[in-house]
């Protein structure tokens, strides 16, 4: 399975950003789908999951901001991202699971104060 992502840029605070990640190859079995970001010196950490049946969850600081939803016909998983603040500034990587887990090569979301 490859995970493609897209969707990153440079954002004013209080804007919006909508990430795409679109997984190829052999995605039969894949169940859970979601993103996590990393800033520098920091470990990735979990921003929202989404199941193969479309149950959600979603760090505390991006509940109520954030929405990830996924298209299973596409094999693709957005993250709409609404409100950002110059603490969502990261890199964001997706994540795909069957049996593995897979990620996505990373992009970068940069919201300026």
């Known amino acids: 399975v490859q995970l493609q992502a897209f969707g990153g840029g440079l954002v004013q605070a209080g804007g919006f950003l909508r990430l795409s990640c679109a997984a190829s190859?052999?995605?039969?079995?894949?169940?859970?789908m979601g993103w996590f970001r990393r800033t520098p010196g920091k470990q990735r950490q979990l921003v929202a999951t989404?199941?193969?049946?479309?149950?959600?969850n979603y760090a505390d600081s991006v509940k109520g901001r954030f929405t990830i939803s996924r298209d299973s016909a596409k094999n693709t998983v957005y993250l709409q991202m609404n409100r950002l603040k110059p603490e969502d500034t990261a890199v964001y990587y997706c994540?795909?699971?069957?049996?593995?887990?897979?990620w996505g090569q990373g992009t970068l979301v940069t919201v300026s104060s």
């Open positions: 190859g052999d995605t039969a079995n894949i169940d859970n």
């Open positions: 989404i199941t193969s049946g479309g149950s959600t």
């Open positions: 994540r795909a699971e069957d049996a593995f887990r897979y």
